[in-house]
């Protein structure tokens, strides 16, 4: 007999919450952040709706990689929110869910998990979480907040079990996915409401002071491009600005961070 789920949707319903919101737990979907997609195709998008599963089937990564959903292990989580936003500054919005992502995780374990840019979090040097921010046009445009954590997983498939791990593995400590899910879900409530208040400035000195990404030697890489240098800060539109070997501030709104070994 399959153990019983972790994720009791009625504490988390039950919960007090600073705002109303609809919450819905599915044990398996494709994604929950196409499950959301689905919804706003065919209803008026409800801010504020959280959308869990216990497994996915076709978990969605950045660049269209598949994001490991093993069932009864880890958070897969989406959020709907509506912010009014010019679209140079939706990319903060990818900032604002790793740093709830981190601060919601660091409270678990005893050593804190850093971030890395955009949207990475990282635990001895293995990933731990990712967003994926997907944005629906319409009149006021939708952005979609999702969120992997792995939490209890024991193992990882071969093909990433040298760059993923686990809360779990990396502290010994099982974790209640409830428990974790309402810190989430209140520190994303708590980080959303900073940045509609347009304190986009403590937002980003806050996820600058989760990550240890800067002054270390970094390459990116961006389409077929590959830029080095030193990761100097992030600028007030969430860029990160990169001092390259020609001693000149470059700044970059996308690409895949590597930290270079010393
Ligand atoms: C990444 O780091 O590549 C982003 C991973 C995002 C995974 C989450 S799990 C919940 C939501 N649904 C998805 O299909 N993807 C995101």
Redesign the pocket.
């Known amino acids: 007999m399959s153990k019983p789920s972790d994720i009791d949707l009625a504490v988390l319903q039950n919960s007090p919450w600073s705002k109303d919101r609809k919450w819905n737990f599915l044990p398996e979907t494709d994604?929950?952040?196409?499950e959301i997609m689905r919804h706003i195709s065919s209803h008026p998008p409800e801010e504020g709706l959280v959308v869990i599963a216990d497994c996915?089937t076709g978990?969605?990564?950045?660049s269209g990689?598949v994001?490991h959903?093993e069932s009864g292990t880890g958070i897969?989580?989406?959020m709907l929110i509506q912010p009014n936003l010019s679209p140079e500054k939706l990319s903060i919005v990818t900032l604002m869910a790793g740093l709830a992502t981190a601060i919601a995780v660091n409270e678990f374990i005893p050593q804190p998990a850093q971030l890395k840019w955009p949207?990475?979090l990282l635990l001895n040097n293995k990933k731990i979480a990712?967003?994926?921010c997907e944005y629906h046009a319409t009149k006021v445009p939708a952005v979609i907040i999702?969120?992997?954590i792995n939490v209890n997983h024991t193992q990882f498939p071969a093909d990433i079990k040298d760059i993923a791990t686990s809360l779990k593995l990396e502290s010994g400590l099982e974790i209640n996915r409830t428990t974790l899910i309402r810190q989430l879900v209140t520190q994303l409530d708590f980080q959303y409401d900073e940045l509609k208040n347009n304190k986009v400035q403590t937002l980003i000195d806050n996820w600058t002071r989760h990550s240890d990404l800067f002054g270390k030697s970094i390459s990116i890489k961006k389409g077929d491009q590959i830029i080095t240098g030193k990761a100097l800060k992030l600028d007030p539109l969430g860029r990160l600005i990169l001092l390259n070997e020609s001693g000149k501030e470059i700044a970059l709104d996308s690409g895949e961070v590597r930290i270079q070994k010393k």
Do not use: E, F, P
Not at 31 to 34: C, L, V
Not at 59 to 62: A, L, N
């Open positions: 994604s929950t952040n196409a996915q978990g969605k990564g950045r990689r994001w959903s897969y989580l989406s949207n990475d990712g967003v994926l999702g969120i992997g």
